[in-house]
């Protein structure tokens, strides 16, 4: 799997909007771009995907570069329920890969 | 509710002893994923199974196994246990196919502490 990279840690406040990065520069062509996020104590759990169109679900937006290289999360009002670690990852549509998570990034929500 | 369910969510043993956990994945999911979590750790991949076969192997020391049975669901055996075994376990499901695009589905984890 092709590796991504996130900043360690971010901070917010309370219902401001919270822009996550993530560079996936050796992307190909069939990877799409998973969001997932570890609540304390929890398993993680999906947030959001895309291949190359930006996306939005209830919990949040994906925007996606147009070359593919990069991505953001983005958290339209932060809660103090979204402090958590935000995994990006790529995943192809096919049986078998390893799915790597990387370190994540920690969000600290401040009220 | 994640619809994937692992027992059993504590096990205390101790060191040289060895345990099984159990995974079920969503009704309808093949393939299955383990991974481990250690204190203040990321998530480390340790296998996936796909329909019973084994797909692709992460950093799965040789004292672990895994297999997935018929009915899908998954074991992960841990044997000769060592204190820095000690993590969080953690299975995961997710469906392929033309028409997905594979999100995984985890289950709330199997805490092992061994003394």
């Known amino acids: 799997d092709a590796k991504t990279t996130q900043p360690n840690s971010m901070e917010s406040n309370e219902e401001e909007p919270v822009h996550l990065p993530c560079n996936h520069s050796?992307?190909?062509?069939?990877?799409?771009i998973h969001w997932y996020r570890q609540l304390p104590s929890q398993g993680p759990e999906y947030v959001i995907h895309?291949?190359?169109s930006n996306v939005n679900n209830r919990m949040a937006s994906l925007a996606i570069a147009e070359d593919r290289k990069s991505s953001t999360l983005i958290l339209h009002r932060a809660t103090l329920r979204d402090a958590a670690v935000y995994y990006c990852?790529?995943?192809?549509?096919?049986?078998?890969?390893?799915?790597?998570f990387g370190a994540g990034t920690r969000l600290f929500v401040k009220a | 509710d994640s619809g994937v369910t692992q027992t059993p969510k504590h096990l205390i043993t101790a060191t040289g002893q060895r345990v099984t956990l159990r995974c079920s994945p969503r009704?309808?999911?093949?393939?299955v994923y383990w991974y481990q979590q250690s204190l203040d750790q990321g998530l480390q991949f340790l296998i996936q199974?796909?329909?019973?076969?084994?797909?692709a192997k992460g950093n799965i020391l040789e004292r672990f196994s895994a297999q997935q049975f018929p009915d899908l669901h998954s074991e992960l055996n841990l044997s000769s246990l060592e204190l820095g075994d000690s993590a969080l376990y953690f299975c995961?499901?997710?469906?392929?196919?033309?028409?997905?695009?594979?999100?995984?589905?985890f289950g709330e984890g199997s805490r092992l502490t061994v003394l």
């Open positions: 995961a499901s997710s469906s392929h196919g033309t028409l997905t695009t594979g999100e995984l589905f």
């Open positions: 050796t992307i190909s062509g069939t990877d799409y």
């Open positions: 895309g291949l190359t």
């Open positions: 990852i790529l995943r192809a549509n096919t049986g078998g890969f390893k799915t790597i």
């Open positions: 009704s309808g999911d093949l393939s």
């Open positions: 199974y796909y329909n019973g076969e084994e797909r």
